[in-house]
Each structure stands twice: as structure tokens, then as C-alpha cells.
């Protein structure tokens, strides 16, 4: 029994937190950390975001006898996966196959999670104590910049919102709005939480099954746990790959093009100020801006994807370059690519050019 440090990364939460629960079992002191690497490109929403959820999880730490150091530099290599891998909703173990035998796409790959009849792995409660810190330790307060946000950061504030999406029951009709490009209720908005670990996916899927028997499954819940194992396979997928971001340019000038919202069409640009003025964008809009960069403008899918990587407050390094890919037709797509006519879904999405309007096009 002795001191540890443990890298907390894409584990921002008390909740379902086994590198909590291995480090109270094994050691008497604990210095939880997290190293946020001044390198990496930010923008002002993923950084006040995530300052945010690391203030939040001090105060969580600090309320049972720990602390969190936040250090300003790059994490060591050898935890370079828990600063870019949040957790899945099933692990390894509770897989119908190895992963390295999974299924290269996604329709066989949900077939055989289903037949075997696996939902998620149960997750784990924290320990109602937490080891002190390593003498003469101090851990100064995390700053929050005062930027405008879409939602609070931390996990107290995405417990809260999971809480009252599932509670005003808008699980039933997330099939229907989950495409809508307006509106704040459209689709769940986990992502924000999930892709730091502020929320655990597998507390998520447990509350659902929860929510089913106490309501019924219907399309809508179905559906959430479906597009939640589609983060799981893309993880799964960069896993196998061993991608690392690799050849992402983050310096390339086309970025000017992206950060003034200038590419010529009135509801790709309208998705770029979107995406700028907020750090988000849901789906349906990242799946036209992406196309429309790859398929109309024959850009590699890497600089879309570098500039999404800093832009997004929910970026996740997997979730991201697997839906690039997927949208370019490498990797998870056995139809070649998806290409979406711009012009023909402004008519199916955005017929009245309300969303153009409101983000400032048109
Ligand atoms: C080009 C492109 C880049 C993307 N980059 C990211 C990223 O960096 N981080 C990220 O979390 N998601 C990414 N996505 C996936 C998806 O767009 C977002 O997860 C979703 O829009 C987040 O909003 P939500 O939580 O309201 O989603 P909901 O529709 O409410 O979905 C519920 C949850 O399911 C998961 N999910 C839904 N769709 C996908 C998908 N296509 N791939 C993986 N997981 C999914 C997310 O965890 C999401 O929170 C990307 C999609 C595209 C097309």
C-alpha cells in the first residue's frame, strides 16, 4: 500500500469510475490528475467546457477527502488512451466476439451484440471515501473562463440534464426529432457529457432499461441505444486500426474558409457559424457539412475533421475520424461513402430555410 497518481482523462465523473474504485482498493493515498496539454488546439468552447467539468469534478473530489491536480502540460505516453478513449457502454468482456474479430461494419456488428442479448455493461458506484492525497500535496482551484456556453460542463450538470430529458420522456419521440436541425430538445445531447466522462454511457443504458420497464420500449429508447452502440463501434473500429488522428493538418489554410463560415452554400456556411458561435452541431448537419467538404469540394476528410476536432465540445478522437471516414467511404462503409445533395436535404431539413435564417445565412 502506497501512494499513487492516476491520470483520470476521459473519466471526469465519481460515478462508474474504475480507476477510482482500483486506486481505493490497492492504495492509501490517491493524486488524481489531469494533464491538459497546452499543445493541443482548442477552441474557446471545448476549453471553457472542459475547464468547466474538471472544476466540477474538483469539488466532487474535495466533498469526499480528495483533490485534483490539473497540470499544464502533455499526459505521459503511455496514457495517451485515457486522455482520447472515453469509456464504452459494453466492454471488452461482454462482447459476443474479440474485438479483434469484430465485424467491420456496423449492421453485422449490432446483429451479433443483439442475438446475444447484450444491452451494456453494469456499472460501478463510487466509493463513498476516497484516499487522501500524498503528503504535502496542494491542489490549487480550477479557474472556469466566463465563456457562454450551450450547457454547463461536469458531470453534476449532464446527471442533471440526463435527468430531465429522461424525465419529461422525451426518449419516446427521440426518433422523430432526432434529425430536426433546430431546437434543443431535437436529440439527447449526451454527446457533450459522454465524450469527456463526465457521464458514463453504461449509467446512461442502465437508466434506459429502467426507463423501458417502467414505460415501455418504444422506437424512440430503441433507437438511443442504437445510435449509443454506434459511439461504441466506432471506438471499437479505432481500436482495431490503431488510429491515432495521424495526418490530421491542423495548419492547413482551408481552415480560414471553415472559421469564417465562407464556403458557398447558404446551409453548409449556416452549419459552420453554428458550429463556431457554439462549439456544436448535430448530427444531420455535421453529416452535410462533411459531405459537402469531401464530395463537393474534393477536400481530404482530415482537415474537416482537425477543424471539427478543435471546434466541437463533444469531440471524441474515435466518434469523430470514424464518422469522417465513414462519410469518405473508408473504413465502416460498405457502400463507398455517403454523399449528400446539399440542395435536396435543405428541401427534406430545412424547407423554409429557418435554420439558414437563424444561423445568419440565406
Ligand atoms: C462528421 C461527423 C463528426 C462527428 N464527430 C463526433 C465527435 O467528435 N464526438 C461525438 O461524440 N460524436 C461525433 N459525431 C456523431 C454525432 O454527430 C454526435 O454524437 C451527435 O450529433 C451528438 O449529439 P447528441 O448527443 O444530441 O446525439 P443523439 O442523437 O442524442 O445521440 C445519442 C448519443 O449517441 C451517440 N451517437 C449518435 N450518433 C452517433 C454517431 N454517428 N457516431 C457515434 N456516436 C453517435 C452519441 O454518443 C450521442 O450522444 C460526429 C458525426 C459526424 C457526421
Known amino acids: 500500500m502506497h501512494d499513487v497518481t492516476v491520470h483520470l482523462g476521459r473519466y471526469l465523473r465519481l460515478d462508474d469510475n474504475p480507476l477510482l474504485v482500483a486506486a481505493t482498493e490497492t492504495h492509501d493515498r490517491l493524486l488524481p490528475v489531469f494533464a491538459l496539454d497546452p499543445a493541443v488546439r ?3 468552447h471545448q476549453e471553457a467546457f472542459l475547464l468547466a467539468s474538471l472544476a466540477d469534478l474538483q469539488q466532487a473530489l474535495r466533498a469526499r477527502g480528495s483533490d485534483l491536480l490539473l497540470l499544464r502540460e502533455a499526459p505521459p505516453a503511455d496514457m495517451r488512451d485515457r486522455y482520447e478513449c472515453p469509456m464504452r457502454m459494453i466492454a471488452d468482456a461482454d462482447l459476443p466476439f474479440s474485438p479483434s474479430a469484430m465485424p467491420r461494419t456496423y449492421t453485422p456488428f449490432r446483429q451479433r451484440v443483439e442475438a446475444a442479448g447484450t444491452r451494456f455493461t453494469a456499472p460501478v458506484p463510487c466509493p463513498e471515501r476516497l484516499p487522501p492525497l500524498p503528503e504535502g500535496t496542494a491542489c490549487p482551484t480550477i479557474d472556469v473562463p466566463a465563456v457562454p456556453l450551450i450547457a454547463p460542463g461536469g458531470a453534476s450538470a449532464g446527471l442533471a440534464h440526463w435527468r ?3 424525465d419529461r420522456r422525451l426518449p419516446d419521440t427521440y426518433k422523430q426529432t432526432r434529425n430536426d436541425l433546430l431546437g434543443w430538445d431535437a436529440s439527447s445531447k449526451l454527446s457533450l457529457w459522454l465524450a469527456w466522462g463526465c457521464l458514463s ?6 437508466d434506459l432499461a429502467e426507463y423501458e420497464q417502467a414505460y415501455g420500449a418504444n422506437e424512440g429508447t430503441y433507437w438511443l441505444w442504437f445510435e449509443l452502440l454506434w459511439r461504441d463501434f466506432f471506438a471499437l473500429r479505432a481500436d482495431q ?4 488522428g495521424g495526418g490530421i493538418d491542423a495548419d492547413d489554410p482551408r481552415w480560414q474558409d471553415l472559421a469564417a ?4 452554400h447558404p446551409l453548409v456556411d449556416a452549419g459552420l457559424r453554428e458550429l463556431n458561435a ?3 452541431l448535430g448530427n444531420r448537419m455535421r453529416q452535410i457539412v462533411a459531405s459537402s467538404l469531401i464530395h463537393e469540394r474534393g477536400w481530404p476528410w482530415a482537415i474537416g475533421a482537425a477543424y471539427f476536432a478543435a471546434q466541437l465540445i463533444d469531440h471524441d478522437p474515435a466518434s469523430n475520424i470514424g464518422n469522417w471516414r465513414y462519410i469518405a467511404g473508408q473504413g465502416a462503409d460498405p457502400r463507398g461513402g455517403r454523399h449528400f445533395n446539399v ?3 435543405r428541401e427534406m431539413y430545412d424547407p423554409a430555410n429557418a435554420y439558414a435564417r437563424h444561423w445568419g445565412g440565406d
Open 164 to 166: 430531465q430529458y429522461r
Open 343 to 345: 440542395e435536396k436535404q
Open 278 to 280: 457554439t462549439g456544436f
Open 201 to 206: 454511457p453504461r449509467r446512461i443504458a442502465l
Open 42 to 44: 482548442r477552441g474557446v
Open 241 to 244: 486500426r490503431g488510429e491515432d
Open 261 to 264: 463560415a465562407r464556403l458557398g
